[in-house]
């Protein structure tokens, strides 16, 4: 089994998929242990001083200016973590709480916490132990960190509220955790606060829906080609020299793609043979590489946002390197807030034009000789007209998904917090905007193979050949009369969302972008 190291210095994406989604264990380093021993050493030292130090003797938020005695200070800890477990909705997926529970880890192993080694030991014991917290749909602001996701993360490692076992079953945390001999934490000061101040949920997410979406562009620069062949259209708008004069890396990456997917097709280039002459392709196929490509260069904006996090230490107050414990405003969702709200909307406009692509196939006025609605007989059978209804209110949704979160705020805390980033919103839409684009780029490709497949006499790429094999494998059929529809579109999400589809291209094109 894969194990995942903590150290000082952050941690990688493909570790966060690891422990999110994978089975992969978490160690914490010897230099982390090190580094947290050092780091409490210095809060305990404060704790003993009569000056007040927020965290760590005084209350929180706009509660902040009470000076806490020692005697209360256990009692404190432990409520912060009570009173900020109050998500309401439903529960969030569990590789989006364990990512949030390790990126958690991830900040408190870095030895800006003040947090002692035991809890630590305690958070990757829950981990590796499969036991995730119940956490509520709503309850993050995404400022002050994800308040009441992290709660009620931390108040299972306290043995109290909701959480499920490896084998799926929601039981109380206190009985979980007895069944796999994990000692409750007994908080004490500043642990509490040092759990619950994070963007670890939605740079979690960010850090998924990162690899989704990679996933999906390839996904859609392969339906796009399809679509292209389907439709005769011309590859010489794929040209490289083309996209060398307009330099965008996505750009040249999607049109690069698409070219070896139809490299050897019989299908391209037939304008002059239809009973509609064509001088150029619609927009939505020969523009496919520029909006594709708009939507990698964002993508990889977001990398560099996701991996300046992944190496931050987000906390309030933070325990500095010459013993300092100061505060701060890191814990400020914005960053991430904002590419979450970008890729909402890239993602809604790769959807929109696979699905123009999709009605191109469809209408026998625009398709070049199809079949209307991709029929085996239209009139008596209505082909795929439904399913590019279905397509179109996904993409009606995502449309709706790509309205911005992180343009909104609500003050709390009686007006301390007076600007917040909505973060975790934006992270939530996303991913529901994921979710859609699998099932868009499906349809896409449900209809581009049928479409090819109705091209009796001409002979597609090798690579789209590819493809509709491993998809009729799979068990979504081909060309025919009318058939209880929703299934094919099922397998065909599956076989996207799973990733057969690159899979079935690469052993004939090369690794795609």
């Known amino acids: ?120 030991r305690t958070m990757a014991d829950l981990l590796n132990a499969g036991i995730t917290p119940v956490v509520h749909e709503y309850g993050s602001l995404g400022c002050s960190g994800d308040l009441a996701p992290l709660a009620h993360c931390a108040l299972a490692l306290m043995g109290e509220g909701e959480a499920e076992g490896p084998d799926g079953t929601v039981r109380p945390a206190g009985e979980l955790l007895a069944a796999h001999g994990i000692t409750p934490v007994e908080l004490r000061e500043k642990e509490g606060l040092a759990l619950l101040n994070g963007t670890d949920g939605m740079l979690g997410m960010l850090v998924m829906a990162l690899a989704d979406l990679h996933r999906l562009y390839t996904s859609a620069d392969i339906t796009a080609a399809l679509s292209l062949e389907a439709l005769l259209g011309t590859d010489t708008v794929l040209a490289p020299e083309l996209h060398a004069i307009r330099p965008h890396p996505g750009q040249g990456a999607s049109a690069d793609n698409m070219l070896r997917v139809l490299a050897g097709s019989g299908l391209t280039g037939h304008f002059q043979e239809d009973a509609a002459p064509r001088v150029q392709d619609a927009y939505s196929v020969r523009c496919a590489p520029q909006v594709a490509g708009a939507g990698r260069d964002t993508l990889a904006y977001a990398r560099i946002v996701a991996d300046r996090e992944l190496a931050s230490a987000v906390d309030n107050p933070v325990v500095l390197p010459d013993g300092r414990v100061e505060s701060n405003g890191n814990f400020h969702g914005a960053p991430v807030a904002y590419v979450l709200d970008f890729l909402a909307i890239v993602a809604a406009d790769l959807g929109s034009i696979a699905e123009r692509r999709t009605d191109r196939l469809l209408d026998k006025n625009r398709s070049h000789g199809l079949p209307a609605f991709l029929a085996d ?137």
């Open 1 to 120: 089994m894969h194990t995942v190291v903590v150290g000082t210095s952050g941690t990688t994406a493909e570790d966060v998929i690891a422990v999110a989604r994978g089975r992969a264990r978490v160690e914490l380093s010897a230099e982390a242990l090190a580094a947290l021993a050092a780091a409490r050493e210095i809060v305990d030292a404060l704790a003993a001083k009569p000056e007040p130090v927020y965290g760590v003797s005084t209350g929180f938020g706009a509660l902040a200016t009470r000076h806490i005695g020692p005697e209360l200070r256990g009692r404190l800890q432990r409520n912060i973590v009570r009173s900020h477990a109050a998500g309401m909705g439903p529960r969030v997926e569990r590789d989006v709480v364990r990512a949030l529970m390790f990126l958690r880890l991830k900040t408190v192993a870095s030895g800006h916490t003040g947090v002692r080694p035991e809890v630590a």
């Open 377 to 513: 007989d239209p009139g008596v059978d209505s082909g795929l007209m439904i399913a590019q209804y279905t397509q179109a209110a996904l993409v009606s949704e995502m449309k709706r998904l790509a309205v911005p979160a992180s343009v909104d705020s609500i003050p709390s805390s009686a007006m301390q917090e007076d600007h917040v980033s909505m973060g975790w919103s934006a992270a939530r839409k996303l991913r529901t905007a994921v979710d859609n684009l699998t099932r868009i780029i499906a349809v896409e490709l449900y209809a581009a193979t049928r479409a090819v497949e109705l091209r009796e006499g001409l002979t597609p790429a090798p690579a789209s050949r590819a493809v509709i094999e491993a998809l009729r494998a799979a068990g979504v059929a081909g060309p025919g009369p009318d058939r209880f529809l929703s299934p094919d579109l099922a397998g065909a999400d599956a076989f996207v969302r799973e990733g057969l589809l690159i899979a079935a291209v690469e052993p004939v094109t090369g690794p795609l972008a």
